[in-house]
């Protein structure tokens, strides 16, 4: 997402990210949607403290001008290098041995070295395994909620935590946000969570890793972020797995839907990363899903460093519940706050091998430079001539976000869109392409003929989901009348070589839902 930016047992400069990352989520290929709208903004500074104790004189909140108040727990460098290598069985009062599937991704080489399955205590997490955190309104990615250090927001009931955003009487939002850091770092394992997200427009339910020392390679998203879990609550069938990394901020991202009425927020499913040198595996209850080997970090005017870094340091595990954002909009009237606003969690589990070996390469990336068409087109399929599945992601694609509801149709030689609801954003109804080769220093066209049943606008895109959400052709508002006309618009391409830039038309919060059509889009250099 996107994202959060923090640091425990260390003051921290907080950037405002997605997107998406809860935090930094954005927008598959990656597929939060276009105008996840530059959810990684401006690093704006601020400090924050994990605490690991709800009460008042433990609670150490940002602070407006970057300092921290309290430095206690800094753990040496040499402590955070070792820490969680191996595969030594972690004994904690909040491991359990209750029963449960064991997925198919744990292998015989895999032990169970820690685990809270929220069975032998209630009310308050346990402080020897957990940190409740303080963050104000609006500290990361234009958030509402304000993260409160207690129990009333983040508690264990029943055998399971639960994470309970709250409105309060004069409209703020309160909700939990925990983390192990400190207690429980690991490099490289398994890490896995049953739970249940909540249901709403404007929640962003999270289960992810950020490094338990943020400085070692240098700030968000230098440091790397990992996004186990993430799912939109106006979206719950479909979850989102990402890794954030750079500079410049990049992130890789897959996706996972439920189909035939599935609902992450209506039944409880496993979430899973797996994560080894030189490699990251995502599942959903078993289900492999995504991998990405393909990352790197640097600073600013320094080399690339050694791979596989900024993902060979220690990291901790986070579960919260945003309120509101850039990426998953914001509560609206249909947005209940009753036990649906919850993140119900039953079990946290955390396996590794007995040793790594980081003796590994960084993939030589190809560009994917592939011919266009005997026209100089690189959409495919641009006509509409063949049908296709429009929810893979190959060729054309289309999307459903923030509320937007609707459905395309290829046939005559066109695609139809017919939108029910526009949505909250402009990709609330979206149609795409990825996988536009582009190079730096070229001059492109982008060129489509276009109608709608009556005179509404949409906006037209080229988009890079890789590269921070940037623009190579900017968001451009086109007029539709009811006939046919030929839209084109010429670009240069500034950027370094992209081989997954993504040509976008936008439908979404365009105050009508008139049908659009669309035929002979072209992606072409201007010679």
Wanted: charged share 30%; glycine share 8%.
């Amino acid at each position: 997402m996107k994202k959060k930016s923090y640091l425990t047992w260390s003051i921290i400069a907080a950037l405002l990210v997605t997107g998406c990352g809860a935090k930094g989520g954005a927008d598959t290929s990656s597929e939060i949607a276009s105008a996840t709208e530059n959810v990684t903004e401006t690093a704006t500074q601020t400090a924050t403290q994990t605490v690991s104790d709800a009460s008042d004189e433990n609670v150490s909140e940002a602070d407006s001008e970057g300092t921290g108040k309290d430095k206690s727990g800094q753990k040496s460098e040499s402590d955070a290098e070792s820490a969680g290598k191996s595969g030594d069985s972690v004994k904690t009062g909040a491991q359990e041995s209750a029963d449960y599937e064991v997925m198919s991704y744990v292998t015989d080489e895999y032990k169970l070295v820690w685990a809270d399955e929220f069975n032998s205590y209630e009310g308050e997490l346990s402080k020897d395994d957990w940190n409740y955190e303080a963050h104000q309104v609006g500290w990361v990615n234009s958030e509402l909620q304000k993260y409160v250090a207690s129990s009333d927001y983040a508690f264990v009931k029943d055998g399971e935590l639960i994470i309970q955003p709250v409105k309060n009487d004069d409209g703020s939002y309160v909700s939990g946000r925990v983390n192990t850091s400190g207690k429980h770092d690991f490099t490289y394992g398994i890490f896995e969570a049953r739970l249940k997200v909540p249901e709403g427009k404007g929640f962003l339910p999270a289960f992810w890793m950020m490094p338990t020392d943020e400085n070692l390679y240098g700030q968000w998203p230098k440091c790397g972020e990992i996004d186990i879990m993430e799912v939109l609550g106006d979206s719950t069938n479909r979850q989102y797995g990402t890794l954030h990394f750079g500079e410049p901020h990049t992130q890789k991202q897959g996706t996972y839907e439920l189909h035939d009425g599935g609902d992450f927020s209506k039944e409880y499913h496993v979430f899973a990363v797996e994560w080894e040198p030189g490699m990251f595996r995502w599942y959903v209850d078993g289900n492999l899903f995504y991998e990405n080997n393909d990352w790197f970090t640097k600073r600013d005017g320094e080399e690339e460093k050694p791979y596989p870094a900024p993902f060979n340091q220690p990291f901790h595990m986070i579960l919260n519940v945003a309120v509101g954002g850039s990426w998953p909009g914001y509560p609206d009237e249909t947005t209940i706050f009753d036990e649906r606003a919850a993140m119900y969690v039953d079990y946290v589990h955390v396996y590794q091998k007995d040793s790594y070996d980081e003796n590994v390469e960084k993939p030589i990336k190809v560009f994917n430079d592939r011919e266009p068409d005997e026209t100089g087109n690189y959409v495919n399929n641009s006509s509409f001539s063949e049908e296709e599945d429009l929810t893979d992601n190959v060729d054309w694609k289309f999307l459903l976000l923030n509320g937007g509801e609707g459905n395309a149709e290829i046939k005559d030689d066109e695609i139809v869109i017919s939108s029910t609801n526009a949505g909250s954003e402009e990709y609330s109804v979206q149609l795409v392409q990825p996988d536009m080769p582009l190079h730096k220093g070229e001059k492109y066209r982008l060129s489509f003929d276009a109608y709608a049943d009556e005179d509404r606008t949409m906006i037209t895109a080229v988009t890079a989901p890789e590269v921070d959400w940037i623009r190579y052709f900017p968001d451009t508002k086109v007029e539709l009348t009811g006939e046919w006309q030929t839209y084109s618009f010429e670009f240069d391409m500034e950027e370094e070589d992209d081989d997954k830039g993504r040509v976008e038309f936008n439908m979404g919060k365009q105050d009508s839902t008139a049908t659009i059509h669309i035929t002979n889009v072209r992606l072409e250099k201007v010679q």
